[in-house]
């Protein structure tokens, strides 16, 4: 098993409105008190490792793993899927290459300036990173997620 990449990495500018303060947010987009709906952002996906688990240390002090999971597709090449976890624990550096994970999360596109430009960078924010082979842990991360699903469902109605 091959040692995970340690990076010390610059938290990227925020670009976009401020993250707190300034009035509440209206419009179709916003869930203010006059809106029930929260909106439902979950994934979950299986896969293998295309690298190996990568520590960043943030300036902040945070740790965050980033994972990159190649996920098959029947009759076609398979999709690179980037993945971020925050605050993993230390046997998240431990995941290596070709191991099948499965992920349960939430899909994140951020916005920085690199370079001068404005870029953006879509990936999946990990709530739990399984190894795919503990069936019992697999059913039980993908009952959390139907019951998000179904409570999504009933607040919609």
Avoid at 136 to 151: D, F, I, P, W
Wanted: no cysteine.
């Amino acid at each position: 098993m091959t040692q995970p990449k340690t990076t010390a990495t610059r938290e990227p500018e925020h670009v976009g409105p401020p993250r707190t303060g300034g009035p509440p947010k209206t419009g179709p987009h916003s869930t203010g008190p006059d809106q029930a709906d929260p909106g439902l952002n979950v994934v979950m996906i299986r896969g293998r490792l295309s690298r190996p688990a990568e520590l960043r240390i943030l300036p902040s002090g945070d740790r965050l793993v980033a994972l990159e999971l190649s996920v098959p597709r029947a009759g076609a090449r398979s999709e690179s899927v980037p993945v971020v976890w925050h605050d993993a624990p230390a046997v998240a550096e431990a995941l290596d290459v070709d191991q099948a994970v499965i992920v349960l999360g939430r899909v994140r596109r951020r916005f920085f300036r690199a370079g001068g430009a404005t870029q953006s960078r879509t990936e999946v924010v990990a709530e739990t990173v399984i190894p795919a082979r503990q069936a019992k842990r697999a059913r039980s991360l993908l009952a959390k997620a139907k019951v998000r699903l179904e409570a999504a469902g009933a607040e919609a109605v």
